[in-house]
């Protein structure tokens, strides 16, 4: 990852890592209600909100005004040993593999839901990273047309032979004419990037 050193979101040092896995192996004392026990396996919720401002006591988290993301504003993951509110874990009977892919997957499954994709839908996704990927499986979910671009030929081999998204097209290439090729004259209706 490379970042500027001026970007406002990230200062240095700093501990990366908010799409996770982990284990409890501790639970501090709470009043909090939980059906948490030593040695579950979780995904963790990494948006951290302040839960009294304006949005957070309405009930909307996401648009908390001093929002921060593990990882960025404030050390993440990538440690042996982290501490999580009990609120942002879930507890699941999963891999830790598939416990990290929770995060990327979902904001995919949150961006097709938005756009209501459905299945007479010519689906765009450009750019085929985790979150691209994710757009994508999820799109395929709803039985639309998806067309993955992106300017890495890996990136589109993968999303072709492994996730089964059908038309790849790089586009360092006239993406224009590719999409022409194609869909003919039913051009994407929803585009993602």
């Known amino acids: 990852m490379l970042l ?37 396996r979780c995904c963790v919720q990494p948006y951290l909100n302040c839960g ?17 993301v ?35 997957l979902s904001i995919g499954a949150h961006a097709v839901r938005r756009a209501e994709v459905v299945s007479s839908d010519t689906v765009l996704v450009i750019g085929v990273g985790p979150i691209g990927l994710g757009v994508a499986l999820s799109a395929l979910e709803t039985g639309a047309r998806v067309i993955a671009a992106d300017i890495s030929q890996w990136r589109l081999d993968f999303a072709n032979k492994s996730l089964g998204i059908e038309h790849c097209i790089n586009a360092k290439e006239n993406i224009q004419e590719q999409l022409y090729t194609i869909t003919a004259d039913d051009l994407p209706i929803v585009v993602f990037g």
């Open 52 to 68: 009294q401002c304006g949005a957070c006591l309405r009930g909307r988290d996401n648009c908390c005004i001093k929002m921060q």
């Open 4 to 40: 500027r050193e001026s970007s406002p979101f990230f200062t240095y040092p700093r501990i990366l890592g908010h799409e996770l896995a982990v284990e409890v192996i501790e639970l501090g004392p709470t009043d909090e209600d939980h059906d948490l026990k030593i040695g579950d």
């Open 70 to 104: 593990f990882g960025v504003p404030c050390d993440g993951g990538m440690r042996e040993i982290v501490n999580v509110a009990l609120k942002k874990l879930i507890t699941a009977k999963h891999t830790n593999d598939e416990l990290a892919l929770v995060e990327m």
